[in-house]
């Protein structure tokens, strides 16, 4: 605790004195919210049918740990300073930037380090990347979700739609033969042509997306679901909902001040959405409705995929 400087020439009757008063003020403090992250290069392994073991570039955690596709998941509070340090342990120059947030796109080079701090007054779901090489770094893996929490519990933000269970949903592609193995093996990558034949969700393909907790939407019958959504991707992804209607409460980082009943929601690339669902009772599928996004590498139902479950 910071208090008043007391010099030795006072009394110890005056030094009691000047505690005890110091100890009647209150004090207000803000804990920030501090983070770490780490550019590693490595691989991510899409098992089932279709699957492979494709090189990647992502954020981590832990110094040395393998790439995150996604990224870490970011926290922050509405209004609480944050601070994200980026280390580059990678051979390239790389950058982050969180859309909407932070405006420094400037490199960190192989080997340094960099910090961006920022206070968000905005709850809601925001997409962090690397916008460096021409979509290149971002298509690698180096993207994830900044989270900005309400100051009250389980709400969409102050004073926001209220919600029972919430889940991330971090929507991918990859063109693995033409952009991933080329920049991997440090070669050329022809950006005009990009063809994706991976399609993913939080980095995993539908089997694993349709068995994973953090993904699934499932809840009691009745409960409200918060998903929020962040396309990272180069392509736009139509989330179908399948025998179920939701509630589309922000686009992009706008709340709307009408929400908007749908079944499919176009979430363009780069942009991110929340939703809202009561839950019914049932299992129902959750995927995209474009046939070749719903696979890996060509294997019907392992692309963008999961499930919507009322207990």
């Not at 179908?240 to 009943?261: A, C, K, P, T």
């Amino acid at each position: 605790m910071v208090g008043p400087h007391i010099t030795m020439r006072r009394s110890a009757g005056l030094r009691l004195l000047a505690l005890l008063s110091l100890s009647m003020i209150s004090f207000t403090h803000v804990w920030a919210a501090t983070y770490t992250l780490y550019i590693e290069p490595g691989f991510l392994t899409i098992n089932g049918d279709g699957g492979g073991v494709i090189s990647v570039w992502g954020y981590t955690d832990a110094n040395g740990a393998p790439p995150m596709v996604p990224g870490p998941i970011l926290e922050a509070t509405q209004g609480q300073s944050t601070s994200v340090e980026v280390i580059n342990n990678h051979n390239q120059n790389h950058n982050f930037v969180i859309q909407g947030v932070t405006t420094d796109t400037g490199s960190i080079a192989p080997g340094g380090r960099k910090t961006y701090t920022f206070t968000p007054s905005q709850g809601g779901v925001f997409f962090y990347r690397d916008t460096l090489a021409s979509n290149v770094n971002r298509e690698m893996g180096l993207h994830g979700a900044l989270i900005v929490r309400s100051s009250t519990a389980n709400r969409a933000w102050n004073n926001g739609p209220s919600y029972n269970i919430e889940r991330l949903w971090v929507l991918s592609d990859m063109d693995v033969p033409r952009w991933n193995t080329r920049a991997a093996a440090g070669q050329s990558v022809s950006t005009g042509t990009y063809r994706p034949n991976y399609f993913m969700i939080n980095g995993q393909g539908g089997f694993d997306g349709m068995h994973d907790p953090n993904t699934v939407l499932q809840g009691r019958v009745g409960q409200v679901g918060l998903v929020r959504i962040v396309n990272a991707g180069q392509f736009d992804e139509s989330l179908h909902w399948h025998g179920n209607h939701f509630r589309v409460i922000d686009r992009n980082g706008q709340h709307l001040s009408n929400f908007e009943w749908q079944d499919t929601i176009n979430v363009k690339a780069g942009q991110t959405m929340m939703v809202l669902y009561q839950l019914r009772g049932g299992i129902f599928p959750m995927h995209v409705h474009t046939a070749q996004m719903e696979t890996a590498n060509g294997v019907y139902l392992n692309g963008t995929a999961t499930l919507i479950v009322g207990n």
